[in-house]
């Protein structure tokens, strides 16, 4: 009797199959995650003289990334776990890494699309172009900041076991980075908070992103927010990862 | 669609041999031992908190136990875990797929899984199996219990495996369902597989299981066929007391060996 396992590719194919349908079954609530940035976008018009175009494409896009990764990739996560979802995929001849790249490719294209519909009401409606270069190096750049959201997430989901209590727990950092972040990134919260918020996750992506749009003003301190960044990834994905229990 | 290094075995379906499962301190699986033959169907039976869904899991490699040796058609579930989870389907207690996508979406989830990609014909032809051609397009949360055990038993079957694990596959099912579901089991049966299943119900384990292993506090007590279970204890003053209409049935032996004592 031979035994032979199914390729990884055919796998992972099965998975982003059903991963990507479950997207598109739930586009009511990618509607809503696409909804706040754009609402911001259009509302911070009155902006673009004052701070600039690029301002408020990475205010928008920040937000955006925030909504992706802490209420739709650890929301999904933590109600998978709790009803035995992934229990049920895990007893199948599956790595679980595969389980969990499709998880996250499905967030890393909705990052994407919430990118370019930022991007494209940005011009549109506040009439900011930004050069081909540098909406390379933003998309670029939004990808690295899901992928630290997508790592508190991680983070989150590691750590508390219960989907209610993580919910909630998303809901308040979500609502605590975007009142903070935008409020004290102003400095309208003092300059202490404003120095805190430049290096928290919302400062570093905020800074990465803006830059990123003008890619020639990059400087040392764009280099540190980008080291910042990616050590954030580190820490939050590796505990996240160590902490995380399937069942 | 499969990988070019096949395996070849040739031992029996499912060994387990001197399993410990451990939480922290406490100790739910001591040093149990039994094997499953192909063409058989198993039942391993115990009060709630026994061990048996320890032991389960760890066959199905959902954890890993303190020691010992669990092999599937000659794999090391430990050493070779994909492999002996190709060679097994598994039915579990409160089966969970996800609930945006239709069955006909599952089946084909399950199918690619498995490496057995199947045509939407294909998943047509294994809905109208189990009549449920009609409920292609709903989703499983939309299905009653015994239409959700039909499609999960598909699903745990649709590699055909050597091994199928089926926890309580009839909890909360109506007669009819269940009648159904055994002669399902016994077609697997029929077809050569081994079939592993726990259940609460010694009428289900008499009627369908070859063997029986009754598990208490970790440990395994008593293993046999259900007729020589009966026999050989139905001299036994915890049995006889514990009977009710004067004939000794299985219940009245599980009940005798484990204890009249409710578990949590």
């Not at chain 1, 400062?203 to 540190?224: C, F």
């Not at chain 2, 495996?161 to 049966?189: A, N």
Request: some cysteine; hydrophobic content about 45%; aromatic content about 6%.
């Amino acid at each position: 009797m031979q035994t032979r396992i199914p390729q990884t590719s055919a796998v992972i194919s099965a998975l982003l199959r059903a991963d990507f349908t479950i997207l598109w079954r739930n586009r009511r609530s990618l509607r809503l995650v696409l909804l706040v940035p754009l609402v911001i976008v259009i509302s911070w018009k009155g902006l673009v003289d004052k701070l600039g175009g690029e301002y408020v494409l990475a205010g928008g896009i920040t937000i955006g990334l925030i909504s992706i990764g802490l209420l739709g990739y650890t929301n999904s996560i933590a109600r998978d776990r709790d009803k035995g979802v992934f229990q049920r995929l895990r007893v199948g001849p599956v790595s679980a890494w595969t389980i969990m790249a499709s998880r996250i490719a499905v967030q890393v294209c909705m990052v994407m699309i919430m990118t370019l519909s930022v991007f494209i009401v940005g011009y549109c409606v506040d009439k900011i172009a930004v050069s081909p270069l540098g909406y390379v190096t933003s998309f670029l750049a939004a990808i690295l900041g899901g992928a630290l959201y997508l790592s508190l997430g991680q983070l989150i989901v590691g750590m508390i076991k219960n989907p209610e209590t993580v919910n909630s727990t998303t809901r308040l950092v979500y609502f605590v980075f975007i009142m903070v972040g935008m409020f004290g990134e102003l400095g309208v919260l003092g300059k202490v908070v404003e120095d805190i918020v430049h290096w928290s996750p919302y400062g570093v992506v905020n800074t990465l992103i803006a830059t990123s749009l003008k890619p020639e003003k990059w400087t040392q301190q764009t280099s540190m927010a980008l080291l910042a960044a990616l050590g954030y990834i580190v820490v939050f994905a590796g505990i996240g990862i160590k902490k995380f229990k399937w069942n | 669609m499969m990988n070019n290094s096949p395996i070849t075995s040739s031992v029996p379906i499912l060994e387990v041999s001197q399993l410990h499962v451990s939480y922290g301190t406490f100790q739910a699986v001591k040093g149990i031992s039994f094997s499953v033959s192909s063409g058989e169907i198993f039942g391993l039976l115990g009060p709630n908190g026994a061990g048996k869904t320890s032991t389960l899991s760890a066959i199905e490699g959902l954890i890993k136990p303190q020691s010992g040796q669990i092999t599937v058609a000659g794999f090391s579930v430990l050493e070779k875990p994909l492999y002996a989870k190709a060679n097994m389907g598994v039915q579990l207690q409160s089966t969970s797929f996800q609930a945006e996508l239709t069955i006909t979406e599952i089946i084909r989830l399950y199918s690619g899984i498995y490496g057995h990609p199947l045509t939407t014909a294909e998943v047509n032809a294994k809905l109208e199996e189990i009549n449920l051609a009609d409920h292609s397009k709903k989703k499983f949360g939309e299905l009653s219990g015994g239409q959700q055990q039909r499609v999960s038993l598909v699903i745990s079957t649709i590699h055909d495996p050597q091994l199928v694990l089926l926890d309580e596959p009839t909890t909360g099912l109506d007669p009819q369902s269940r009648r159904q579901l055994w002669d399902r089991i016994d077609t697997i049966k029929a077809k050569g597989h081994a079939v592993l299943l726990t259940t609460h119900s010694m009428e289900e384990a008499e009627a369908v299981c070859d063997r029986i292993a009754i598990v208490d506090h970790g440990q395994l007590i008593a293993i046999d066929t259900p007729e020589a279970l009966i026999a050989q204890h139905r001299n036994d003053p915890d049995v006889i007391s514990v009977s009710r209409r004067g004939k000794i049935t299985l219940e009245d032996v599980f009940i005798g060996l484990t204890g009249r004592a409710v578990r949590s």
